[in-house]
C-alpha cells in the first residue's frame, strides 16, 4: 500500500509536468527517414479492438496502447509477449503450457483476439510466435465483455496482420544473428492485383536458443498471406490464409533450494523459510531429453464489407481454425533432502477445431439532429476439442524413478512404462464441444463536445463435455449452458482539440474455470462477474502526447471454500484491484524523444478461503507485480544516419502463489540498440539484459519453481526494404 501511494503521488507530479511541456515553444521538423509512429502513442488513430465505431484512441472511453510494427522494431521484440512487456502496467510471459499469460490491472484473465477475432480458449492455447507478421497490437486495458464475449476481465489483447495494401507496394527482408547460434530470417511482399485488388504476403523463422539455460529453445514457422479486391464499386472482399508451427525444447523453472543447501545464494527470490535460488543449480534444465512441446496451427479467414447506402454499412467475417498441440515433458522439479529433484512426467495433446462467424450493420447519420453512429450485429461459434491427458502417479516407486540429482542430474528420456500412470485421473480421455451465440449493439452520440458511448451484450454458451478414465474404466459425459448480459457507459469531453477527459463503467463475465477442461462440479456454478470504473486524461500536442487513467475493478463469484465446511466449495469467493496508469512520448528536442509508462496498482483477495480453512484474504494473487515501468530514450544524431535506443524497466514483486509465500523479487533491466541506415538497409546491433542481470519473470510449474530470465545477449541484424 505504501508503495502504491508513492507510485500516485510520482504519476501526480507527472502529469503536473505535463502542462510544462505542452507550453515549451514547438521545435522546427526533423527530416528522419522512415516513420514516426515510435514517438507517438497513435491517439489520433482509430482502434478497431475498443470499439466497432471507427473511433480514434482519444474519442474512445478506455484506456487503449497501440503497437506499431516500427515501435515493435525498434524496441527489438522478436515475439508477441516481448512486445507486450512494453505495454503500460503488463508483466509475465507464462510457462510452456500456455507461453503467451500476461497479467494487467491485477488480473492475468486477458482475452486474446486475432485480427479481431477472438481466439478459442486462449489462455490455455496461446502459443509463441513472431512479430514480423504483424503490423500491430492493440491493447484494451479492464473488462470488455461487451466487446467480445467472456474472459476478458483484465483487458483484450489484439494481435493485427499485416495486411494487403495497394498505395503502399513493396518488399521488405530481415536477418539477425545472435548469441549462442540464434537467429532471424523474414520477408514480407505486397502490392497491387488488377484495377481494385491487393496482395500480402510474409513468411519468418525464429529460432532462439537461451545458451544461459540448458536445452530452452523455440523454432517458430509462420506463413501468412492476405488477398484483397472489390467485388462491385460497394463491396469488397478480404480473404486470409495463415499457417504456424512452433517446436521448442521446454523449460518449466528452476526449483528453490533450502539455504543451507546453497553455496551460492541470490537475490532471485524471498521466502520465510529462507529458501533461495542456488546459482549453481540456475543452468540446469530438469526436463527430459527427449521432451515435447509443438503446435501446428491453420486459419482460414474472410470478410465481405458492402455500403449498402450511403448511411448503412454491413459486414460479414468468417473464420475456420485448426490446431494440434503436443506437451511431453518432465515439468515439476521440486528439491528433495538432501540433494535431489523429484520430478513428475506429463503428456498432453490437444486436437482443436474452431468456426466462427459475425455478422452486424453500422449506421452513420443523426439522431434528434445530433451526430449519431450505431453498429448490431450478432456472432456465432462452436469449439471441438479433444483432449487427452496422461499424468505420473506420484507414487513412491514412481518419485523415486524420475528423481535426479540437483547438481549432476542425468534427466533420461521420457519413461512409457504403463506402471507410472496408473491411478485413477492418471489416462483420461476427454471431449469438449463449446456452442456460442451473441447479440450486440454498440452507439456514439455526440452532444457538441462531448460524446456518449454505450454498448450492450447478451451471450449465450452451451458446454457439452465427456471425460474417459482409462483407468478407472468410466465415462462420463455432462453438459451447462450459461448467460451473461454486459454492457459500458462512457463518456468523452472534448476539453478542446487536443484534450479529451473520459469516465467509463463496464462489466465483463468469465467461468469459473476454462471451458475446455470444465469439471462436473464446477460447472453447476455461474460464471464470475467483473465490472470496472475508469476515468481518463488524453492529450496530444506538438510534440507530447500523454494519457493517464485510475481504475477499480472488482470480481466477485470465484470458486472458494465455504469458511463452515472447508470441504464444500462455493462461490462466494472476491478479487479486486485499484491501480493508475500514466503513458507519454516526448520529443525533447530535435534529436532526443522519450516514452514509457508506469503502472503502479494494489491487487488482492477480498475474499478466498482454501482447502484447510486457510484465508487468503489481502494477499496479493500471483504473478501481477504491483509496480511496472518501462523508459526508452531514442536519440538521433545530427548530421548522421546513426539512432541509439536504451530501454529500461522496472518490474515490481511478485508471488508464485496464493499463499504469498514465495516472493519473486523486484528487478531492474535495460537493453540497448544502435542503429545505421545506408540508403534502404538498416543495420542494428542490439544488446538484451545489458547488466546480465539474474531475475525470475514468472512462477514454475510447481509453485516452488520460478522462470529465470535469459541472461546477457547481443545480436546483429539487417533490414532491407524495396
Known sequence: MKNYKRSVIALGTAAAFGGVWAQEKDLAPVSVQGGRDSDRLSLTA?????????????????????????????????????????????????????????????????????????????????????????????????????????????????????????????????????????????????????????????????????????????????????????????????????????????????????????????????TPDG???????????????????????????????????????VRNEFAANRVDRLWRNSESAVFSAPDSITRDQTAIAHDQRYLFNRLDATHEGTLGGLKNKFVIGGEVSRTDFDNTRRFSNGTPATAALLRVSAL?????????????????????????????????????????ALTLVTGLRHDRTD????????????????????????????????????????????????????????????????????????????????????????YRITLDDVLSRDPNNANLTVNNGRQSSRGIELAAAWRATRQLTLSGNVAALDAQFDNLIEAGGVSRVGNVPPNVPEQVVNLFAHYRFAGLPLDMLLSVNRTGKMYTDNANQIQINGYTTADFATSWRIDSTLLTFRVRNLTDKLYAFYAGRATSQVLLAPGRTFEVSAKFDF
Do not use: C
Open 275 to 313: 529458501r533461495v535460488i542456488d546459482a549453481r543449480l540456475a543452468r540446469n534444465n530438469y526436463n527430459v531429453l527427449d521432451d515435447r512441446n509443438e503446435a501446428e496451427a491453420t486459419w482460414l479467414r474472410a470478410r465481405l464489407t458492402s455500403r449498402v447506402t450511403p448511411a448503412w454499412t
Open 463 to 550: 458446454v457439452e463435455r465427456s471425460a474417459r478414465d482409462l483407468n478407472a474404466g468410466t465415462f462420463t459425459s455432462y453438459g451447462t449452458q450459461f448467460r451473461a448480459n454486459s454492457g459500458r457507459v462512457g463518456a468523452v469531453y472534448d476539453i478542446d482539440a487536443t484534450s479529451t477527459v473520459y469516465a467509463q463503467y463496464t462489466n465483463a463475465t468469465i467461468p469459473v474455470g476454462s471451458l475446455f477442461l470444465l469439471s462436473a462440479a464446477n460447472s453447476a456454478f455461474p460464471q464470475s462477474k467483473g465490472e470496472q470504473a475508469e476515468v481518463g486524461f488524453k492529450q496530444s500536442l506538438a510534440r507530447l502526447e500523454w494519457t493517464a487513467a485510475a
Open 46 to 270: 482509430p482502434s478497431g479492438s475498443a470499439s466497432r465505431l471507427g473511433l480514434t484512441v482519444r474519442e474512445t472511453p478506455a484506456s487503449v496502447e497501440v503497437i506499431s510494427q516500427e515501435v515493435i522494431q525498434q524496441r527489438g521484440a522478436r515475439t508477441l509477449t516481448e512486445a507486450l512487456r512494453g505495454a503500460a502496467g503488463m508483466a509475465g510471459g507464462g510457462a510452456p503450457a500456455s507461453p503467451t499469460t500476461l497479467s494487467t490491472r491485477g488480473f492475468s484473465n486477458i482475452l486474446y483476439l486475432y485480427d479481431g477475432i477472438r481466439m478459442s480458449g486462449a489462455g490455455v492455447t496461446n502459443r509463441v510466435q513472431d512479430t514480423w507478421n504483424y503490423e500491430r497490437i492493440e491493447v484494451l486495458k479492464g473488462p470488455a465483455s461487451v466487446l467480445y464475449g467472456d474472459s476478458a476481465i483484465g483487458g483484450i489483447v489484439n494481435f493485427q496482420t499485416k495486411h494487403p495494401d495497394r498505395d503502399n507496394p513493396g518488399i521488405e527482408f530481415l536477418a539477425a544473428y545472435g548469441s549462442y547460434g540464434s537467429h532471424r530470417a523474414a520477408f514480407g511482399v505486397g502490392g497491387a492485383v488488377g484495377e481494385s485488388g491487393a496482395y500480402r504476403l510474409d513468411y519468418s523463422r525464429n529460432e532462439t536458443k537461451v545458451g544461459t539455460i540448458d536445452r530452452n529453445s523455440d523454432t517458430l514457422d509462420h506463413l501468412t498471406a492476405g488477398l484483397s479486391f472489390d467485388l462491385t464499386g460497394a463491396s469488397r472482399l478480404e480473404l486470409g490464409l495463415d499457417y504456424s508451427r512452433d517446436k521448442g525444447r521446454a523449460y518449466w523453472g528452476t526449483p528453490l533450494v533450502p539455504a543451507s543447501f546453497a553455496t551460492q545464494p541470490t537475490g532471485v527470490v524471498s
Open 408 to 448: 549432476n542430474p542425468s534427466m533420461g528420456f521420457y519413461n512409457e512404462d504403463p506402471a507410472l500412470t496408473t491411478g485413477p485421473g492418471n489416462r483420461v480421455d476427454m471431449t469438449a464441444d463449446v456452442k456460442n451465440s451473441s447479440l450486440f449493439l454498440e452507439d456514439a452520440i455526440k452532444f457538441s
